[in-house]
């Protein structure tokens, strides 16, 4: 079946980095729009980055300058990369596929920022 699985997260402190992976297996990777949303506790889950077939990206105004998204269709992944992390981007992350109507979650990941 359809696979989408994160990697990546964890404790780091304000200002460091991560880099989200999400692998995906089992969909023609290339023609799916990709998206990074993440859910902090008490909190609805909000779209942080995406990335189109064609490489087109846009990303919330509170990342901007920070989190840079993108993909490698070859590796059917897609990257988070999070620089300068606040105590804010505290969540868990997760990756969707989008193809017209048809989408696919996966199952997130934990990145906590300590102030």
């Known amino acids: 079946q359809v696979q989408l699985v994160e990697s990546g997260g964890g404790l780091v402190q304000a200002g460091g980095s991560l880099r989200l992976s999400c692998e995906t297996s089992?969909?023609?990777?290339?023609?799916?729009?990709m998206d990074w949303y993440r859910q902090a506790p008490g909190k609805q889950r909000e779209l942080v980055a995406t990335?189109?077939?064609?490489?087109?990206?846009t990303s919330a105004d509170s990342v901007k300058g920070r989190f840079t998204i993108s993909r490698d269709n070859a590796k059917k992944t897609v990257y988070l990369q999070m620089n300068s992390l606040k105590p804010e981007d505290t969540a868990v992350y997760y990756c969707?596929?989008?193809?017209?109507?048809?989408?696919?979650w996966g199952q997130g990941t934990q990145v906590t920022v300590s102030s």
């Open positions: 969707k596929a989008t193809f017209v109507s048809v989408a696919y």
């Open positions: 089992r969909i023609t990777f290339s023609i799916y729009t």
């Open positions: 990335i189109g077939p064609d490489g087109t990206t």
